[in-house]
């Protein structure tokens, strides 16, 4: 957050913190006279209302517009002393959060220590998110990282002991009135997981990645020693990553030949739960053709996987599934993307375990997070599990708010034959969403699809379905279109697929939103209460189609019942020339870059391609964004040796489509040459082409882009 003069608080604060608990450290309730202090800035007030403890909350009026700052702000050395003293015990800041308005409020938090001299060293972030209602801010102490520069290019980890500032605070710019939220109690927490004799539990990723409380941290420099007593044995720095989400127990891990143990309960059976997966922003599931655990030189778990089985249990595995507005993210999502497995291991008399993950065909072996305990506590280790599990859900759920959209309009009261039938229909224009909570206005409902276009084009329609109860196994059919004379278009003309809702958070956002972004072909619809239905139909009206105004119904079936929604058609008597003029491209054109992840994928991936390029044609489009990337291979007699077979595949197709308008190569179709682009990249690729091909860059460049220019 950036810095608001007004808002921070006086160095010189007499107050009496109520200090350190079995299980927190209270820095603020805002019941004490000493609190009075947090009222200095605007539109902040103590009150006797939305209390989540005792009976004063801080209410924060954020005003419309405007880059104000209104929260709380920690500078006075004692409750500075408090956290500095007591956040390695207490290694969480909490805050209760009640937000009263329908809409998720933006809010953020930012620390400083002894470095931090400017806004862009300090640790600084604006995306949390309050949904409607309650919810708790939790904030790991011991994984802040601040910027060395206002580019947050290079992130150091922030140093606690030397805090000097803290703050939580709204920016909610978005809305025309003030914004309204509480907070309350703002404290410092511990791991709220149980103590268990003999367990070690270890988070692993890079150095500068968060380590979650309670876990011990192992990262790429942590290597093993018996004065230490666990660590890492030829650890492989380039593969201790930090992914972001979920957590920061899942979002990092860590890799290398073997992960060694030394077990102070001595020798006997131990538990081994670890999670061997990754979490990734970008969605590129962890892939490999074989991956095996073992301990102390035994197997305990051999998995193959091919193409086939990869696409359908990781790349595509809810590739049915539709995200709804009740869904519990964490048990649907997250959790089947990080399994925890368990396995049992033998330890000897020297007391320690051997861990080695090892994969095959794609990502090494990696290590999330691991927890070992004698099988003697074996009860005790699982309600520790279990502990920890709630504890990383709940945390989840507070960063990660969800919050269905709103309904865009009143809902509407049935008709009797509505009733009867058990939903409530619309048409709509496709310039305006369908969204999962959508309700229609008064001309949307009853209204027939009404549809223009000229000969060979195409043109879509929305039907919306508010369902009044569960109704399965429905039935959605078009009829021919009668037109004049005998003129007929067929129904085979007509395309109707659902309107799919996914979860989206975009970009470095914490929030959540449920939005209607694919369609998809059906037999049979389900229809849920609460959930509006979209459909969305798709007319190509052939180039032989005769001028005029036709006519077709849209039914739907369900439960024995019928409704007809009439389908209006007019036929221009022109036709639309194709642009030649201008290029006319999307981005994701190209599916995916799964071709060359098994053997067995290649074919599939052209066949989807073609598929993609094909749809790109059917919809006007003129150019290809992207494609398979040619691969430099070497330099042979002063030229450049390059592979051009996939991206001569791709071309080919793109002309077979009609595609041939000029593109980019941005998502791929490019030479493969190695590149620096850090702060030293002039001399770090004069350097590398230099020792690799003993010209320089500049004229490695002119060799290999000259090839393709020659070949194109």
Same mark, same amino acid.
């Given at each position: 957050m950036r810095p608001v003069t007004c808002f921070l608080v006086c160095w010189i604060v007499a107050f009496a913190p109520c200090g350190a608990s079995e299980d927190k450290v209270v820095l603020v309730d805002f019941e004490t006279a000493a609190d009075k202090v947090f009222e200095q800035q605007p539109n902040v007030f103590i009150v006797k209302e939305n209390a989540k403890s005792g009976a004063h909350a801080l209410k924060v009026a954020h005003p419309p517009g405007g880059e104000s700052y209104e929260g709380i702000a920690i500078a006075d050395p004692a409750r500075l002393k408090l956290i500095r003293e007591h956040f390695k015990e207490f290694p969480l800041l909490c805050l209760d959060i009640f937000n009263p308005n329908a809409f998720p409020v933006s809010y953020g938090a930012s620390a400083s220590d002894a470095k931090s001299t400017s806004y862009g060293t300090r640790y600084n972030n604006e995306g949390f998110y309050a949904p409607p209602g309650w919810s708790t801010f939790r904030l790991n102490l011991t994984g802040l990282t601040r910027s060395s520069?206002?580019?947050?290019?290079?992130?150091?980890?922030?140093?606690?002991?030397?805090?000097?500032?803290?703050?939580?605070?709204?920016? =909610?710019?978005?809305?025309?009135?003030?914004?309204m939220v509480f907070f309350d109690a703002l404290r410092l927490e511990g791991t709220g997981l149980p103590k268990v004799d003999g367990l070690?539990?270890?988070?692993?990723?890079?150095?500068? @990645?968060?380590?979650?409380?309670?876990?011990?941290?192992?990262?790429?420099?942590?290597?093993y020693a018996s004065a230490l007593g666990f660590g890492w044995k030829n650890p492989l720095g380039s593969w201790h990553r930090r992914a972001g989400p979920p957590d920061d127990l899942g979002g990092d891990y860590g890799c290398g030949d073997a992960f060694l143990i030394e077990l102070k309960s001595g020798p006997g059976a131990y538990v081994v739960q670890m999670c061997i997966d990754r979490f990734d922003d970008?969605?590129? $599931?962890?892939?490999?053709?074989?991956?095996?655990?073992?301990?102390?030189? *035994?197997?305990?778990?051999?998995?193959k996987l091919n193409g086939e089985t990869f696409l359908k249990t990781r790349y595509l595995r809810y590739e049915q599934d539709e995200d709804t507005p009740h869904m519990d993210i964490w048990?649907?999502?997250?959790?089947?993307?990080?399994?925890?497995?368990?396995?049992?291991?033998?330890?000897?008399?020297?007391?320690?375990? =051997?861990?080695?993950?090892?994969?095959?065909?794609?990502?090494?072996? &990696?290590?999330?997070?691991?927890?070992?305990?004698?099988?003697? *506590?074996?009860?005790?280790?699982?309600?520790?599990?279990?502990?920890?599990?709630?504890?990383? *859900?709940?945390? %989840?759920?507070?960063?990660?708010?969800?919050? $269905?959209?709103?309904?865009?309009?009143?809902? !509407?009261?049935?008709?009797?034959?509505?009733?009867?039938?058990? %939903? /409530?229909?619309?048409?709509?224009?496709?310039?305006?969403?369908?969204?999962?909570?959508?309700?229609?206005?008064?001309?949307?409902?009853?209204?027939?699809? /009404?549809?223009?276009?000229?000969?060979?084009?195409?043109?879509?329609a929305q039907i919306g379905i508010v369902p009044l109860k569960k109704i399965e196994g429905a039935r959605v059919t078009a009829t021919d279109l009668a037109?004049?004379?005998?003129?007929?278009?067929p129904a085979s003309a007509i395309e109707l697929r659902k309107i799919r809702n996914l979860l989206r958070k975009r970009g470095y956002s914490t929030q959540f939103t449920l939005e209607p972004c694919l369609l998809q072909g059906f037999e049979a619809l389900t229809f849920e209460p609460a959930v509006t239905r979209g459909l969305w139909l798709t007319l190509k009206v052939p180039a032989e189609a005769v001028p005029g105004e036709y006519a077709?119904?849209?039914? &739907?079936?369900?439960?024995?019942?019928?409704?007809?929604?009439?389908? *209006?058609?007019?036929?221009? !008597?022109?036709?639309?020339?194709?642009?030649?003029? &201008?290029?006319? @491209?999307?981005?994701?054109?190209? $599916?995916?870059?799964?071709?060359?992840?098994?053997?067995?994928?290649?074919?599939?991936?052209?066949?989807?391609?073609?598929?993609a390029l094909r749809d790109l044609a059917d919809h006007r489009f003129n150019a290809v964004t992207g494609g398979p990337s040619m691969a430099f291979k070497c330099l042979k007699e002063g030229k450049a040796?390059?592979?051009?077979?996939?991206?001569?595949?791709w071309m080919a197709?793109?002309?077979?489509?009609?595609?041939?308008? $000029?593109?980019?190569?941005?998502?791929?179709?490019?030479?493969?040459?190695?590149? @620096?682009?850090?702060?030293?990249?002039?001399?770090?690729?004069?350097? %590398?082409?230099? @020792?690799?091909?003993?010209?320089?860059y500049g004229e490695l460049i002119k060799l290999a882009y000259g090839a393709v220019e020659v070949h194109a």
């Open positions: 520069s206002n580019t947050f290019s290079e992130r150091e980890p922030l140093d606690i002991t030397t805090l000097k500032g803290l703050s939580i605070c709204t920016f =909610d710019h978005q809305h025309p009135k003030a914004v070690l539990a270890f988070d692993f990723g890079p150095s500068k @990645s968060a380590v979650f409380p309670g876990f011990q941290g192992v990262h790429e420099n942590t290597l970008w969605g590129q $599931p962890f892939r490999f053709t074989r991956r095996t655990v073992t301990l102390n030189g *035994k197997t305990v778990h051999d998995e048990e649907s999502r997250v959790k089947p993307l990080l399994p925890v497995h368990a396995f049992e291991a033998a330890v000897g008399a020297d007391g320690k375990l =051997d861990v080695r993950v090892a994969a095959e065909g794609g990502t090494p072996g &990696i290590i999330s997070f691991l927890v070992v305990y004698p099988k003697s *506590k074996e009860s005790e280790g699982k309600a520790y599990l279990t502990a920890l599990e709630l504890r990383r *859900k709940q945390m %989840y759920a507070d960063i990660y708010p969800f919050t $269905p959209p709103m309904p865009d309009h009143e809902k !509407p009261k049935p008709s009797a034959e509505e009733q009867a039938r058990g %939903y /409530v229909t619309f048409t709509r224009s496709t310039q305006a969403d369908i969204v999962c909570q959508s309700a229609p206005t008064a001309q949307e409902r009853g209204a027939p699809l /009404v549809l223009s276009v000229c000969p060979g084009q195409r043109e879509a037109g004049p004379g005998n003129a007929r278009i077709g119904k849209v039914k &739907i079936e369900a439960e024995g019942k019928a409704q007809e929604i009439p389908l *209006k058609l007019t036929v221009y !008597p022109f036709t639309l020339e194709k642009a030649d003029d &201008i290029s006319l @491209s999307g981005m994701n054109t190209t $599916p995916g870059f799964w071709n060359n992840w098994y053997a067995d994928l290649n074919e599939p991936w052209w066949t989807a391609a073609d598929a040796d390059i592979d051009f077979a996939d991206a001569d595949r197709l793109a002309v077979k489509h009609g595609l041939t308008m $000029p593109g980019d190569s941005y998502q791929g179709m490019d030479v493969g040459l190695p590149r @620096s682009s850090g702060k030293d990249c002039m001399a770090a690729n004069e350097q %590398y082409a230099r @020792s690799q091909y003993g010209i320089g």
